[in-house]
């Protein structure tokens, strides 16, 4: 995955009718600006409603993922997103002139050809990935559905199903990198079982429904009378009631197409968290229903860290040691309060300051209640920021950076001895006229305990 947001380099439509509803229906895909996000336009409507496409706003998951507010609804989206996420498409404007996507030949194929003919573009943000850094799990007692997400290095799902029929009384799949979703996944198609679709068109639902947009599993006997009034219903071929089986005009792709599809199913879902992870997902017996309480509990998980700590790996040697640190900075005992850098690159600067019960500013702040002064907080995080930009210049030596403002401090917390200072500093605008603004943070663990945003000058040394 690339660490920069994507967009389509051109729009794309494509046309057909829809599962629940029957209609022909036609979806296009626009590209969009930075940090857009999906959004879902119904365009067949007055004034031409908008939905973002976020898991709160999932209002039924019966038959597929339906997303709604007020009298505005859209369903059978979870295959179109699927293959954006998958593909690391971040912001994209989809339209769409009727209540569902397409359904097309039930997979996610026709999608992901799509994408690859008009192409991506990248964009100038980062790709804002939530890291999962502790287990996170959720289950439903009744169903015995489970999904649980892990630390990884990327984003990864392996899921396992099982039902009462002998064709696929257990199935697994996993996916172990994303560029693997297009062999592997696109093109397994939905499916469905014979005893489902006479429940399912009394509901009203899988108009739309036949041979060439899913497979259709006929696992319990019934009367041949029976099975050819569904056929009939469905506009299928008369099947002998007495083979069991598979009825599709298409063969299956893989014996484990059915468990292809749930995994395809869990990342259009997923898509509907706003953010892409870096975690291993473990989905037992996964539908829409758990996979929108899973998407539900991660953006409360997301906004509860509304800025994320960057990972600290004290067995790993850091980019800057101490010894370098003097080398750029100018400070000495007792106001140098960077200790090292684990992290540089072309816009952001991560590094460390252990607190220990020795500083000097404990011995009056306070004797009895030691607390690091909110005011050396942001010096720590600004001697951050310093290292980034001093170590852009030939003889950093020669030169300091300098306060011009402050503005939007923060404290959350109180910073206490033993504490390790995580301070992540992300550079708002490049040095230009010796002038630089910066966006900083400060984390112990997971919590951001303080943050604030700098306008600094270099200024060369008399």
């Not at 939530?130 to 892990?150: A, F, R, V």
């Not at 939905?190 to 108009?207: C, D, N, Q, S, Y």
């Not at 001697?383 to 950093?396: C, F, H, S, T």
Request: glycine share 6%; net charge negative; with cysteine.
């Amino acid at each position: 995955m690339n660490d920069k947001q994507h967009t389509l380099n051109d729009s794309f439509s494509l046309s057909g009718k829809g599962l629940h509803t029957g209609l022909n229906l036609t979806v296009t895909f626009n590209p969009a600006s930075e940090n857009h996000g999906y959004k879902i336009q119904r365009i067949d409507l007055p004034g031409q409603p908008m939905l973002d496409a976020v898991a709160e706003n999932v209002v039924e998951t019966t038959r597929g993922t339906v997303l709604g507010k007020k009298d505005v609804r859209v369903s059978t989206i979870e295959h179109g997103l699927s293959a954006l996420y998958a593909l690391g498409v971040d912001n994209v404007l989809i339209q769409v002139d009727g209540p569902e996507f397409p359904i097309l030949d039930g997979s996610a194929e026709m999608y992901v050809k799509e994408i690859r003919r008009v192409g991506m573009k990248e964009q100038d943000a980062p790709k804002d990935y939530y890291i999962i850094t502790h287990k996170i799990e959720i289950k439903d007692e009744t169903s015995g559905s489970c999904i649980t997400l892990l630390p990884d290095e990327d984003f990864s799902i392996t899921t396992m199903i099982d039902f009462q029929s002998r064709f696929i009384s257990s199935q697994f799949a996993t996916l172990d990198n994303m560029e693997d979703y297009e062999t592997e996944i696109a093109a397994a198609r939905t499916f469905v079982f014979v005893r489902e679709i006479e429940p399912l068109l009394k509901a009203g639902l899988v108009k739309g429904g036949d041979l060439d947009n899913a497979i259709v599993i006929y696992e319990r006997k019934t009367t041949q009378e029976a099975l050819d009034q569904l056929c009939d219903k469905t506009g299928a071929e008369h099947h002998d009631a007495n083979v069991l089986g598979y009825i599709q005009h298409k063969p299956l792709v893989w014996e484990n197409e059915p468990a292809r599809h749930k995994l395809l199913d869990i990342i259009g879902d997923m898509a509907l968290i706003g953010r892409p992870l870096k975690g291993r997902i473990i989905a037992t017996r996964p539908g829409h229903t758990v996979n929108n309480k899973f998407a539900r509990l991660m953006r409360k998980e997301i906004r509860k860290f509304d800025v994320q700590a960057p990972v600290y790996d004290p067995n790993k040697a850091p980019i800057m040691d101490n010894k370098r640190i003097r080398e750029l900075l100018p400070h000495r005992y007792p106001m140098q309060l960077v200790d090292k850098v684990i992290h540089l690159d072309q816009k952001s600067v991560v590094c460390i300051k252990n607190i220990t019960a020795n500083e000097p500013f404990f011995q009056g702040h306070f004797p009895d209640e030691p607390v690091m002064p909110g005011v050396l907080q942001l010096e720590a995080m600004a001697q951050a920021g310093g290292v980034y930009i001093l170590n852009l210049l030939d003889e950093p030596e020669h030169y300091s950076t300098y306060f011009l403002r402050i503005d939007n401090a923060r404290f959350r917390q109180k910073v206490v001895p033993g504490d390790t200072l995580i301070l992540k500093c992300e550079i708002l605008t490049p040095l230009s006229h010796s002038i630089c603004t910066m966006q900083a943070y400060a984390f112990v663990g997971e919590n951001c305990v303080a943050e604030a945003s700098f306008m600094a000058q270099v200024i060369k040394n008399k």
